[in-house]
C-alpha cells in the first residue's frame, strides 16, 4: 500500500517539474547515490551503535532493569535530539558558506552550536542530578533514585554523542563523507 501511494502521489508531483529532469540519467543516478552511500552506512551503524546496550540489556536483563535502564536512556538522549534539530537546518548555510570559502560565518555558526550544546548539556546534568531521577521516578512510577549517576553518565553520552554529530556535519559539509566510515 506504501509502495502504491508512494508511486501515485510521485506521479502526480512530478509534472509539475522541469520537464528535462523527467528523463533519468542513469549515470549520474548512480554516482549520487554511490557519492551517499557512505551516508546511509554512517547512519545506521550511528543507530546500531547507540541501541547496542540497549540489545544486550535486553539479553541478559530481566524486564525491570530493562524497564529502568530504557527510562534513563531515552531521556539522555534528549540532548543529541535537541542538538540534531538545530544543527540540520543549518546543514546547507554551511555547505554554500564552505564553497564560497565563508570560513569566519562558520566558525560562528558553529561556536553557537558548540555553546548550545556545553551550556544546555552542564545544565542538563546539574538538574538531572540534583532532581532528575526524582522527576522520572514520579512520571514512570518507577523507583529511579539509586541511579542517579548512572543518569548523569548516560546524560553526559548524550553531550558526547550530540558533539560526534557536530563534528559529523562539519565533514559532510566539506563533502568528505568517507571519512565518517569506521
Known amino acids: 500500500v506504501h509502495i502504491l501511494l508512494t508511486i501515485l502521489l510521485d506521479g502526480m508531483m512530478i509534472s509539475q ?28 551503524l550511528r543507530m546500531y551503535i547507540n541501541n547496542g546496550s540497549k540489545f544486550a540489556i535486553d539479553i541478559v536483563m530481566d524486564k525491570e532493569s530493562v524497564a529502568i535502564f530504557s527510562t534513563l536512556f531515552m531521556v539522555s538522549f534528549i540532548m543529541s535530539i ?27 555558526i558553529i561556536n553557537k552550536q558548540l555553546l548550545f550544546i556545553l551550556s544546555f548539556g552542564l545544565g542538563g546534568i546539574i538538574v538531572s542530578y540534583l532532581c532528575g531521577v526524582e522527576v522520572l521516578s514520579f512520571i514512570f ?26 563534528t559529523q556535519l562539519l565533514l559532510i559539509i566539506q563533502r ?7
Not at 517539474?17 to 546511509?40: E, G, I, N, V
Not at 568528505?176 to 569506521?182: E, F, I, M, T
Open 17 to 44: 517539474f522541469d520537464m528535462r529532469l523527467k528523463r533519468l540519467l542513469p549515470k549520474k543516478t548512480f554516482l549520487l547515490l554511490l557519492s551517499c552511500l557512505p551516508l546511509a552506512i554512517d547512519s545506521f
Open 82 to 108: 535537541f542538538s540534531e534539530f538545530i544543527l540540520n537546518p543549518h546543514v546547507t548555510i554551511l555547505a554554500e558558506a564552505f564553497k564560497a570559502k565563508h570560513f569566519k560565518k562558520i566558525r560562528k
Open 176 to 182: 568528505r563523507q568517507l571519512w565518517c566510515l569506521p
Open 141 to 166: 512510577k518507577i523507583n529511579l533514585v539509586p541511579y542517579r549517576v548512572e543518569f548523569c553518565v548516560l546524560f553526559m553520552g548524550g553531550i558526547l554523542l550530540a558533539l560526534f554529530y557536530l
